[in-house]
């Protein structure tokens, strides 16, 4: 299955350009009334699959509000289709129109944004480093030796090597094709971390076999803001999300969405996160902008 899922996305890669010439994702999907969703097959809480085809999640959940008004500015009723995109294939699926609104774990940064637009902040992620709890690894100094995880197309290793305290660490990188890839990596033993934003460690953390086996360590590598992803230059498409998030900061209900799926148990097990909300988040809530990461690192 896994197999088809890539071959569609390459399929949808080489066919999608001619939407992605008009960027009016509106017009688009009222000719059609079809509207796709990139969403992720494991990025904790963010957006993940229950099986059977079903995605959910805290920016899932956003996402499905605004496309709800979506519907209404089109005057008609959508079908939403559900694609799984990965950290390598997702830019490009928004870029040629394959995927009109991406829901997953998006860091918002410069270099994207000459591709890319992105809704106002809804999550600011701190990356961290997950490991085994008997590892004895407890900060960037212990993996000198050790293989560390991270899933392709991300940055979180970068991230790491520019640390000032990994100066003199070395340490060997391996790759996850996806997040729960990545994490499988950890708990097979191939490898003796991972680092990702902090919020998928505590989901992928949260639905393993043994969640007591695992815990998040070390110091902050750095901090990021987490936006929805749409295309660029599609003003009418990104006011509708820019609108809808705000109104969800405004009313508080974003709040609650976080409860809902940070705090409380959540499916298909029924286990809770346990990941709070952080100070950077709430600011972000509090003043609602799409500033890229280079933004928070000036602070």
Request: glycine letters at 8%; hydrophobic letters at 40%.
């Amino acid at each position: 299955m896994k197999i088809k899922l890539v071959t569609l996305s390459l399929a949808l890669l080489a066919t999608g350009g001619a939407y992605a010439q008009s960027n009016d994702t509106l017009a688009k999907v009222k000719a059609s009334g079809v509207v796709t969703m990139g969403v992720r097959d494991s990025s904790g809480a963010l957006s993940y699959t229950v099986g059977a085809g079903q995605y959910v999640g805290f920016h899932v959940e956003i996402c499905q509000r605004i496309l709800a008004n979506v519907e209404k500015a089109v005057g008609r009723k959508l079908d939403i289709k559900y694609l799984p995109v990965t950290s390598q294939n997702r830019i490009p699926l928004v870029q040629n129109g394959t995927v009109d609104i991406e829901c997953g774990s998006t860091t918002n940064n410069a270099t994207r944004q000459k591709d890319v637009a992105f809704l106002p902040t809804t999550f600011v992620e701190e990356v961290r480093i997950a490991v085994k709890t008997n590892s004895g690894i407890n900060s960037i100094a212990d993996l000198t030796g050790k293989n560390v995880a991270t899933t392709t197309g991300t940055t979180s290793v970068q991230t790491l090597r520019k640390h000032q305290r990994a100066a003199g660490v070395d340490f060997k990188e391996i790759f996850g094709k996806d997040h729960s890839d990545s994490f499988l990596l950890l708990e097979s033993g191939r490898a003796e971390a991972f680092v990702m934003d902090g919020a998928i460690l505590a989901g992928n953390i949260a639905m393993s076999r043994a969640p007591a086996d695992f815990k998040i360590v070390g110091e902050v590598l750095s901090v990021e803001p987490i936006a929805i992803m749409v295309r660029r230059d599609d003003a009418a498409f990104k006011k509708i999300g820019d609108d809808t998030v705000k109104e969800l900061l405004k009313s508080g209900e974003i709040a609650k969405l976080w409860d809902k799926w940070f705090i409380k148990p959540i499916p298909p097990k029924n286990t809770a996160v346990g990941y709070a909300v952080s100070q950077s988040t709430k600011e972000a809530w509090a003043m609602p902008n799409d500033k890229p990461m280079e933004d928070y690192a000036k602070k």
